[in-house]
């Protein structure tokens, strides 16, 4: 009895270990990615966030207090989990706009699809709400840990939905002592304007009551906003590139950033004249079925020392995965 169920152990060992080579060599192994576009560039690293599938999805009830929004817990155990907490942090601070807004892990939550054709079974959802009780708004955003992204290209499978008076962003930020000293590339869509309109912008668009127009451009996307799109943001030397399903819709080298920076993800109204105000029990919401990053430049494969496998995740039919364009020796 006990042999032969040694025997069997030792069968199914057997088994896995002469599958497990042909499951390894499914995924190439990736030296480093090259990015399609107006200015392809090679990066070292990559990271893929993917919230089609995530357990208990729920979308919390607001809560009508300032300090019980300001406080509150994650809607969800999956922002507990080490996928999620080893890059991002969910904010939680006030900003003393117009309207008292505070940013809530409450308003960060998993929702399940309920589209007609669902492309996945969930998607995470940043909210905005203006609460009818306590005169506030409550918002949403995600914060890389890491300020130390310098170049990438970053994209979303996103919609933006909801009432007038919010923004939805993805953007790079770097502080500065002064507003001049900011370096921030930012995707803007203002729930107020066209489903088809979108902002980006190579901050400061302002400095000292000066605008700065070269630092912003209205771009009437492809298609709505309110519809799935991949929104992607490429930050090469120089340059900030924007695409909307693959195609270029924007570029900007006044201002381009230059030195690393965070990453953030947010949708906020504060009732100022950027956001607008939002009706009180109204709300809006950014929702995202993935995130990817590929980050920081590498050296060009040329030096194949340091790339021998190029890969992409524009060449691929499957978001996230890469394939092997080149190989070196
Ligand atoms: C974490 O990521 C891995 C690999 O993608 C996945 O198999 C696992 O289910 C994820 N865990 C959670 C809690 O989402
Ligand atoms: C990017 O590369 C720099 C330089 O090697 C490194 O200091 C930084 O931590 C990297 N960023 C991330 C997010 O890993
Ligand atoms: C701003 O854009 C205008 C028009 O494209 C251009 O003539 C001007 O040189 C730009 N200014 C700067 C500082 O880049």
């Not at 993935?290 to 590498?298: A, Q, R």
């Amino acid at each position: 009895m006990i042999a032969s169920q040694t025997h069997l152990r030792a069968a199914v060992l057997t088994i896995l270990s002469s599958l497990a080579p042909q499951a390894a060599a499914a995924t190439p192994n990736c030296h480093c990615y090259l990015t399609d576009g107006s200015s392809p560039e090679y990066f070292a690293n990559h990271k893929f966030f993917d919230f089609r599938n995530i357990a208990n999805p729920q979308v919390p009830p607001p809560i009508d207090d300032r300090d019980g929004s300001t406080n509150a817990p994650v809607a969800n155990a999956y922002f507990d989990s080490t996928n999620f907490t080893d890059t991002w942090s969910i904010q939680s601070w006030v900003d003393a706009g117009a309207v008292y807004n505070t940013y809530s892990k409450n308003d960060v939550y998993i929702e399940s699809n309920t589209d007609a054709n669902p492309a996945s079974s969930t998607y995470l959802t940043l909210r905005t709400y203006r609460h009818p009780a306590g005169d506030f708004q409550s918002s949403a955003e995600i914060q890389s840990i890491s300020p130390n992204y310098q170049y990438l290209s970053m994209r979303m499978y996103s919609r933006t939905l909801g009432a007038a008076g919010a923004v939805a962003a993805m953007f790079t930020y770097r502080g500065g002592a002064t507003d001049a000293d900011v370096q921030e590339a930012d995707l803007e869509i203002l729930t107020s304007d066209p489903s088809n309109l979108v902002h980006y912008t190579n901050q400061p668009s302002t400095v000292d009551g000066i605008t700065r127009p070269n630092a912003t451009h209205e771009i009437t996307i492809p298609g709505p906003w309110t519809s799935w799109r991949t929104h992607r943001y490429d930050w090469t030397p120089g340059t900030s590139s924007w695409y909307v399903d693959g195609e270029l819709v924007n570029a900007n080298s006044f201002q381009a950033p230059a030195d690393p920076a965070t990453i953030l993800f947010n949708a906020w109204s504060d009732g100022g004249s950027w956001s607008g105000a939002m009706a009180e029990g109204q709300s809006a919401q950014m929702q995202i079925q993935w995130i990817e990053i590929i980050y920081n430049n590498t050296a060009e494969p040329s030096q194949y020392g340091h790339c021998a496998n190029v890969c992409s995740f524009d060449s691929g039919t499957e978001p996230g995965v890469p394939l092997l364009v080149s190989s070196g020796p």
